[in-house]
């Protein structure tokens, strides 16, 4: 996108030059993990930590604690009986599935962060995109790859996180943010490459990394293996349906991403319609 310097663009370009000169020298403060999540994590990560240990660090923040019963509890994950206790939801869904979970929870928070009146309704619409872009993203990996389908639910979580910073930034520039059409221009044009800056700072596996620096890329094309960008691609532009500016179903075909997974449209719909329960269990899940 290409500022020009009229009067009524001045403040647009002004705003871009802001927000990226600010971050990149550290002066706009990006979205963090908690601790507490980067210490899950990171002991999830290692083969050595044991389901008593990891429990324990997860018990030192009560509200995660609460969340991961909670979820643990749900339809999607919920076995013969009802879990009580946090070392027992680690034991059964196992560490890779606890620390997705976790990052799902700080996500969702990050996103229901008090903020003005002003940009309610914008972070609004942005966070019911991202639920919706989240459970088509489980649906679609675990029906159609061999992807892990909570993985790719987290994926669809954080596509926009680059939109946080923007929507919060904007707060500073009213004459902005009381245009829409603007909001949505500014946003669309810089979440992807804040949003890959954001999950850098965070550490995030480089599979994750590129989900948020590219699933706007509609030419996208990785090679012939399906990966959880193909995968939020095809949910993002789902989750877009209908909105001007973006790709209609008919074009969907001719989308590298959509053309991986092999399937019809006839087949892709009732994929969806089949799994409306599940994908209305995931979204409620998101927003408790």
Same mark, same amino acid.
């Given at each position: 996108m290409v500022i020009s310097n009229t009067r009524k663009q001045d403040p647009e370009g002004k705003f871009i030059a802001m927000l990226l000169d600010g971050i990149r020298n550290k002066r706009i403060t990006l979205p963090t993990l908690p601790e507490v999540a980067i210490k899950v994590r990171n002991a999830a990560a290692?083969?050595?930590?044991?389901?008593?240990?990891?429990?324990q660090l997860?018990? /030192?923040?009560?509200? /995660?604690?609460a969340r991961l019963l909670q979820v643990a509890n749900s339809?999607?994950?919920?076995?013969?009986?009802?879990?009580?206790?946090?070392?027992?939801?680690?034991?059964?869904?196992?560490?890779? /599935?606890?620390?997705n979970i976790i990052a799902s929870v700080v996500v969702?928070?990050?996103?229901?962060?008090?903020?003005?009146? /002003? @940009?309610?309704?914008?972070?609004?619409?942005t966070w019911e995109h991202t639920i919706k872009t989240a459970a088509i993203s489980h649906v679609l990996a675990q029906k159609f790859t061999r992807l892990a389908p909570e993985q790719a639910m987290l994926a669809g979580l954080i596509h926009d996180i680059g939109k946080l910073p923007i929507l919060s930034q904007l707060e500073h520039f009213p004459e902005l943010l009381e245009d829409s059409e603007t909001v949505d221009r500014l946003l669309q044009l @810089?979440?992807?490459?804040?949003?890959? #800056?954001?999950?850098? #700072?965070?550490?995030?596996?480089?599979?994750?990394i590129t989900v948020a620096a590219e699933h706007e890329n509609l030419q996208r094309n990785s090679g012939p293996e399906v990966d959880y960008t193909d995968i939020v691609v095809i949910a993002n532009m789902h989750g877009h349906l209908g909105e001007a500016g973006y790709v209609g179903f008919a074009e969907w075909p001719t989308v590298p991403a959509y053309a991986k997974l092999g399937f019809n449209p006839k087949q892709y719909l009732a994929a969806l319609s089949d799994a409306q329960q599940e994908m209305l269990e995931i979204q409620k899940l998101l927003t408790a």
């Open positions: 290692s083969p050595n930590t044991t389901s008593a240990q990891l429990a997860i018990a /030192l923040d009560p509200a /995660l604690s339809p999607l994950y919920r076995g013969n009986s009802k879990l009580s206790n946090i070392q027992t939801a680690v034991a059964r869904l196992g560490h890779t /599935l606890v620390r969702t928070q990050l996103f229901q962060t008090r903020t003005s009146p /002003l @940009l309610k309704s914008h972070l609004k619409a @810089l979440h992807p490459q804040i949003g890959k #800056v954001i999950l850098e #700072v965070w550490q995030f596996p480089p599979e994750m």
